[in-house]
């Protein structure tokens, strides 16, 4: 297959898909549409695996007890199975299976919504009431009836190296996969997208915008009402040996002010713990772009140690490293993923809202299915990007 080289001005050579952003997103978008025998281009200004997204950081928690409603669910259950694939194909380990907790007040809403979706969707998980919760997770600090749903398949997924997986799978599978290249703007034609890059013009009968918190770079016009959040991943470390693999599952954490979620040791920087939600110390950005440089701050991890003395007592409350990330959070923290409403050619897959990595391969799935044949098994519906406007 002939490649798309740095430089290259504008070709006769029209792409079946292109893929702008190769964070996970992208990556696997590009990975899916290329075993679908497209073919596919897909570039990004850095290296896959980069720091300056929000595939980065070390670890992300896999769950299929999805508290953000049962379609997520069905994202999920799919995504294990393709993770697995993308191990298989790559011979990388990207998910750790060590179990996974939702803890919280019974009847609070969002532990309700996370046993429906698993008995929904068919997941398997074990009900800790109160003194099963203490007992076996003397971790954690509960408060007052908190219970656990005990998932057994949840665990730990390596965000660097699935991202890197799916662009080596991509490249197996014939897509041309660039770095260093930025697409500096889109321009609609009869017969597909141009993006005009800074290594040339590419041609494509469709466009993936995969760009994150860049997404109003490309298409302003659409004014999409993304936040753009820095969000700081704080390390703790503990002197008991009690917060490993074997014996701390990833957990969400939810009611008694104490929303919150923390993943095990797994690589010896120590227990990575994170506040929930838009908490008011993840400040706004206006450009994804002001994230990079700016080293995390006490007033960013202090609330996260406070939350570690309440939540997590075995840890030591100082933050030992921390390192800057960023969320993309829409008004009803529902992904966006579809047609740009009046360019048809061009999809977005955007607006994750802090817990897109689990879903990453069936979104990359759905949404190049979506791109190269007008529709997908998957439930994307609720997720059209002119949901935020009906009257465009
Ligand atoms: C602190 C934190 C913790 C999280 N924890 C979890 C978790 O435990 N579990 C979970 O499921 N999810 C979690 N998430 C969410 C998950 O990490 C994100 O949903 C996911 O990484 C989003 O990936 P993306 O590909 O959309 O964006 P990004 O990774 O930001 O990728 C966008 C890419 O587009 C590229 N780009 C930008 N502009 C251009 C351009 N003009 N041309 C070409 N390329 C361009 C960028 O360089 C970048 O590589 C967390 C998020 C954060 C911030």
Request: with cysteine; hydrophobic share 45%; charged share 15%.
């Given at each position: 297959m002939s490649q798309?080289?740095?430089?290259?001005s504008s070709t006769t050579r029209r792409y079946d898909l292109a893929v702008v952003g190769?964070?996970?997103?992208?990556?696997?978008?590009?990975?899916?549409?290329?075993?679908?025998?497209?073919?596919v281009i897909a570039l990004d200004p850095y290296v896959p695996g980069h720091r300056r997204g929000a595939s980065h950081g070390g670890s992300r928690i896999f769950r299929t007890l999805c508290h953000e409603g049962v379609d997520y669910g069905v994202f999920a259950r799919a995504s294990l199975q393709i993770y697995r694939e993308l191990e298989a194909a790559t011979r990388t380990e990207?998910?750790?299976?060590?179990?996974?907790?939702?803890?919280?007040p019974p009847g609070h809403p969002l532990v309700s919504a996370a046993a429906v979706t698993a008995e929904t969707v068919g997941v398997a998980y074990e009900r800790l009431d109160s003194a099963e919760l203490r007992a076996r997770y003397p971790q954690h600090a509960p408060m007052g009836k908190d219970i656990g749903l005990f998932e057994p398949t949840a665990g730990v997924l390596r965000p660097e190296a699935a991202v890197r997986a799916a662009v080596q799978a991509s490249r197996a599978a014939g897509a041309s996969v660039l770095s260093g290249v930025r697409c500096l703007k889109l321009r609609h034609e009869a017969d597909g997208p141009t993006l005009f890059t800074n290594a040339g013009v590419i041609r494509a009968r469709k466009t993936v915008l995969a760009i994150g918190g860049w997404t109003n770079d490309l298409v302003p016009d659409l004014e999409l009402p993304l936040q753009v959040r820095r969000s700081v991943l704080c390390w703790f470390r503990d002197d008991t040996e009690c917060h490993g693999t074997q014996n701390f599952p990833v957990f969400i954490r939810v009611g008694s002010g104490l929303d919150g979620w923390g993943i095990p040791d797994v690589d010896g920087?120590?227990?990575?713990?994170?506040?929930?939600?838009?908490?008011p110390s993840k400040r706004l950005l206006s450009h994804p772009d002001d994230n990079w440089g700016m080293h995390p701050v006490s007033v960013e991890t202090a609330p996260v140690s406070a939350y570690v003395t309440k939540a997590l007592p075995g840890l030591q409350p100082i933050t030992a490293s921390a390192e800057a990330c960023m969320d993309v959070r829409t008004p009803d923290g529902h992904f966006v993923l579809g047609s740009?409403?009046?360019?048809?050619?061009?999809?977005?897959?955007?607006?994750?809202?802090?817990?897109?990595?689990?879903?990453a391969p069936a979104v990359g799935t759905a949404?190049?299915?979506?791109?190269?044949?007008?529709?997908?098994?998957?439930?994307i519906d609720a997720f059209a990007p002119d949901r935020f406007d009906r009257s465009t």
């Open positions: 798309f080289h740095a430089g290259e190769l964070g996970v997103m992208g990556a696997m978008v590009a990975w899916r549409a290329a075993a679908m025998g497209a073919d990207l998910l750790l299976q060590c179990g996974g907790l939702t803890i919280g920087r120590g227990v990575k713990v994170g506040l929930g939600g838009p908490h740009h409403p009046r360019l048809a050619d061009v999809v977005l897959c955007t607006g994750f809202s802090g817990h897109g990595f689990k879903h949404v190049a299915q979506y791109a190269l044949h007008g529709r997908t098994d998957f439930p």
